[in-house]
């Protein structure tokens, strides 16, 4: 769990109070979905406490290992996000972008496993040229290339290839 102890915060108004974590993320199902997180994930937040709010600033950084969208092979993935929150005693008030607090602890587990599934990409990729998969026998076309028709019609669009070519007999 990702703990701040707010009171040191409120102690000192004004004033910044650094909080760094080194940990790694809790097995949550939407990141277990998405890959596995390598190593721990740095943490760096700022807590300003002033005028009754808590002014939350950091980042987040690490490493995160999944499958590449195109071929299928493992890729690693550096992400690094920021945090940016405010937070309130008894509730946002008239700031719908406050978050309430109770006591003198906030845990940021569910705001960072938010940002690091937001900084990672949709379709992570091992490389941005990366060829993918061969659609007929399903050989890495990073690693070799195959023995298919690259220029293979579909049967069930052969009629097709018909219409826009009245002039051929069948397309191949």
């Known amino acids: 769990m990702f703990r701040l102890d707010l009171g040191t915060a409120r102690d000192r108004p004004g004033q910044p109070v650094t ?86 602890f906030i845990d940021l587990t569910e705001k960072i496993v938010e940002s690091v599934l937001l900084a990672l990409p949709m379709k992570p990729l091992c490389s941005p ?7 007929e026998c399903g050989q890495v076309l990073n690693k070799a290339a195959c023995d298919c028709r690259p220029d293979g019609i579909d049967p069930r669009l052969a009629e097709l290839g018909r219409l826009l070519n009245p002039d051929k007999k069948g397309v191949e």
């Open 19 to 104: 909080f760094e974590f080194r940990k790694k993320l809790p097995g949550i199902e939407q990141l277990e979905e998405a890959g596995t997180a390598v190593g721990p994930v740095e943490v760096a937040v700022t807590i300003t406490y002033l005028e009754g709010l808590y002014w939350l600033e950091g980042t987040v950084d690490g490493r995160f290992v999944t499958d590449c969208a195109r071929c299928l092979e493992r890729v690693e993935i550096r992400f690094g996000t920021k945090l940016a929150e405010k937070y309130a005693r008894g509730g946002p008030g008239a700031d719908t972008e406050v978050m309430p607090v109770e006591g003198d």
């Open 129 to 135: 040229d990366c060829l993918g998969l061969c659609a």
